[in-house]
């Protein structure tokens, strides 16, 4: 990765406020032709205090949506009794951390897609944006790659989510082996019940909804172009952030899911 494209990731992080660009912009950077083209579109956009009253408005309804859904277990008891007490305040800020950034950067890769798709017109239906709300199957990937030094936990959980990307959650918890395994056993069988997957469809309608009212999201077609990408390069880079507008709603849920059940305000 050129200097270039690590100093972009820096100024998406520091746009979202969050420890890293998240997934869309990190997998992207590897296409510096359309990357900084498209970040230069979005982030006036992203910066904005509307942008971040939007993510927090689908943060929101993520709880709202997954309360409704489900009963959660109460994690702070088992803390304690898995010796963690003394953690437990690392643990809830890297928590509260993930579910601030989770929003923000699912709210930022469906901007990014429609920019990539060419922009919407006013009232569009943001359903007929495919695959991005796609139903939640909770299918196992079977083309995952494995870093060595990723946990096998983190990789087992990674596999069951079909996440195309690193979840920064489970990452984030890795540091905590004991906990991670106790909730991760705890909320898989939550994730997969039919509410709970309707819940994840929802959160992805919402977040579809939002952001269909960002400003200035309408990629000028010949920018990429102009920096030398390909149609081939841009194809990639659309399928590429479908797939991760696609999973991310989950990510959005289980953030929530771990934040309640840590009773986090």
Aim: glycine share 6%.
């Amino acid at each position: 990765m050129d200097k270039a494209s690590q100093a972009m990731l820096l100024e998406v992080a520091g746009t979202l406020g969050s420890s890293g660009a998240g997934p869309l912009f990190t997998a992207l950077a590897r296409h510096p032709r359309v990357s900084k083209p498209l970040w230069e579109s979005l982030r006036a956009g992203a910066a904005s205090e509307e942008f971040r009253q939007r993510a927090g408005q689908l943060g929101r309804e993520s709880r709202d949506l997954l309360t409704q859904a489900c009963f959660l277990p109460d994690h702070i008891a088992n803390l304690v009794r898995l010796s963690l007490a003394d953690e437990t305040e690392a643990i809830m800020e890297s928590v509260a951390e993930q579910e601030r950034a989770a929003p923000r950067q699912a709210l930022l890769t469906q901007v990014a897609l429609r920019a990539l798709l060419g922009g919407l017109p006013s009232g569009h239906d943001p359903r007929s944006i495919p695959p991005a709300t796609a139903e939640l199957t909770l299918e196992e990937s079977e083309d995952w790659a494995e870093s060595p030094d990723t946990p096998p936990l983190v990789v087992e959980a990674e596999k069951a989510l079909g996440a195309p990307v690193p979840v920064a959650l489970l990452r984030a918890l890795a540091p905590w082996p004991g906990y991670l395994e106790y909730s991760w056993r705890k909320l898989l069988p939550l994730l997969r019940t039919p509410r709970v997957q309707e819940a994840g469809r929802q959160v992805g309608e919402v977040s579809a909804n939002l952001s269909l009212r960002f400003p200035g999201v309408a990629l000028d077609p010949g920018l990429p172009r102009t920096a030398g990408a390909t149609s081939e390069e841009l194809a990639e880079c659309r399928d590429l952030a479908a797939r991760i507008a696609a999973f991310q709603p989950l990510e959005v849920l289980l953030c929530s899911a771990y934040a309640l059940s840590l009773g986090l305000p």
